[in-house]
């Protein structure tokens, strides 16, 4: 998941990697009552699970399953070049592949065309709107709707528009039930947790600014 | 507010007629007050006019802190795009209300915010938004006092600030407000933020 190549680091786009290593570092600690641990991964995070995690757990797997599935869409297909779920706000929830954008700005973009077409649908007394491809001059993209979000393919040119359609509509009932659930999970995973951040010592020791809020208390402070 | 793998998600929207400044303060903030390691993108993502105003949105996702995510949008203030602004609005955790304090601009503030207080009662989850109001264009000379616009538009229960998007007069201090509410609420809901 997340396996998507970043802006070049010349201009000024941060690596992969180093978000990856700060999303590990802000791994989640829930706390519960049962002893066991249980460690199953999450995003390039480790998620670490303390005691029982009862339906925190099937959370995770279903989180795990649309990655999962959404990797196999991108292998089965010759010629696609990412495959990426998003929720209906444009969340990114499972990307695989190879695009060079950054995930959260993807899913805004997406999120809003979709909204888009929904909206001239409606003006065209349409019920909803099932599928939006786009050609441009190097990417066909085709975006399939979905319970609570949408899935987008991207191909190269090389693959007819045809069979994107095709794998996205596919796609679609493969990845329906799994999304339904991941809303379920999300609340109780919400309800049931406290999330807590781990402190950040930098090198030479000193607390790092945590939070943007804190950042701009110092600085409004240093006057 | 959404939670995806390891990141909570929340959303603040700057909400305003057209011309109030909306984009001008999400850039002055985006370019001046937010550090670069905690942008997400480069460069604001902008969806504008040809003539340069907000067709659909201004868009930055920013690391607030290590585990959450703010995506900052600005809407568009013109009628013209008026069905693709309340989309833009939906599950906004953060209302920045933009009010041009400009006196020809009076009535449209006035418009604007009756459409927003619709939207808050017909569109689940936004009553529970934050809300913090900018009094926009300090700097200009036929204006009307915060405090004239605070009463009069209906906004006293909420915190206000006299801004200057261009020069980014109080807009730090406003971000620092909305930010501290939506901490409080984070952590009522059980999220403990170090
Ligand atoms: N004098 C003055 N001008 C401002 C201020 N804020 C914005 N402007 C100007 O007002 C004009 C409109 O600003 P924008 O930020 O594009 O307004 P907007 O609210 O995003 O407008 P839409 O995108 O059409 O909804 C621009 O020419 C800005 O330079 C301010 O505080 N003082
Ligand atoms: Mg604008």
Not at chain 2, 14 to 32: I, M, P, Q, S, V
Not at chain 2, 150 to 169: N, V
Request: net charge neutral; proline share 3%.
């Amino acid at each position: 998941m997340w396996a998507l190549r970043n802006r070049s680091p010349s201009d000024g786009g941060r690596k992969v990697s180093d978000q990856a290593t700060k999303r590990s570092a802000g791994a989640i600690f829930f706390v519960a009552s049962v002893q066991r641990l249980f460690y199953t991964r999450c995003s390039n995070a480790l998620v670490r699970l303390h005691g029982n995690p009862g339906g925190s757990l099937r959370g995770e797997l279903h989180m795990k399953s649309i990655s999962e599935t959404v990797r196999s869409i991108l292998d089965s297909v010759p010629g696609l070049k990412a495959a990426v779920v998003i929720d209906s706000d444009g969340i990114p929830i499972a990307l695989e592949g190879d695009i060079d954008m950054e995930p959260e700005d993807l899913g805004a973009m997406l999120a809003s065309a979709f909204q888009c077409y929904q909206a001239l649908g409606d003006g065209l007394g349409q019920f909803y709107c099932e599928l939006v491809t786009a050609e441009f001059d190097g990417l066909n993209v085709a975006q399939q709707m979905m319970p609570r979000g949408s899935l987008v393919l991207v191909a190269e040119k090389t693959s007819p528009m045809g069979v994107i359609r095709m794998a996205a509509k596919n796609g679609r009932h493969v990845l329906s039930e799994a999304m339904e659930t991941t809303a379920e999970a999300r609340k109780r995973f919400m309800e049931e947790h406290k999330l807590r951040l781990p402190r950040t010592i930098a090198p030479d020791g000193k607390q790092k600014a945590l939070s943007l809020l804190s950042f701009l208390e110092q600085k409004k402070k240093k006057g | 507010m959404k939670v995806v793998g390891d990141r909570i998600y929340l959303k603040l929207i700057f909400f305003g007629t057209a011309l109030a400044g909306k984009t001008t303060a999400l850039e002055w903030l985006f370019y001046h007050a937010i550090p670069d390691e905690m942008k997400l993108v480069k460069e604001l993502r902008q969806v504008k006019t040809s003539f340069g105003q907000t067709l659909l949105f201004d868009f930055a996702p920013i690391e607030i802190s290590q585990n959450v995510v703010t995506r900052i949008f600005s809407a568009t203030g013109q009628d013209y795009y008026k069905g693709t602004r309340t989309k833009v609005l939906a599950d906004s955790d953060g209302i920045f209300i933009v009010i041009d304090s400009q006196k020809k601009a009076l009535e449209r503030n006035q418009e604007i915010l009756q459409e927003l207080w619709k939207c808050v009662e017909e569109m689940e989850n936004l009553s529970e938004a934050e809300i913090v109001a900018l009094y926009n264009k300090n700097d200009l000379e036929e204006i009307h006092s915060m405090e004239f616009l605070r009463e009069y538009l209906g906004l006293e229960k909420y915190d206000g600030f006299s801004t200057c998007a261009l020069t980014g007069d109080n807009l730090e201090d406003a971000l620092i407000a909305m930010l501290r509410k939506l901490t409080a609420k984070l952590e009522a809901k059980g999220f403990v933020l170090e």
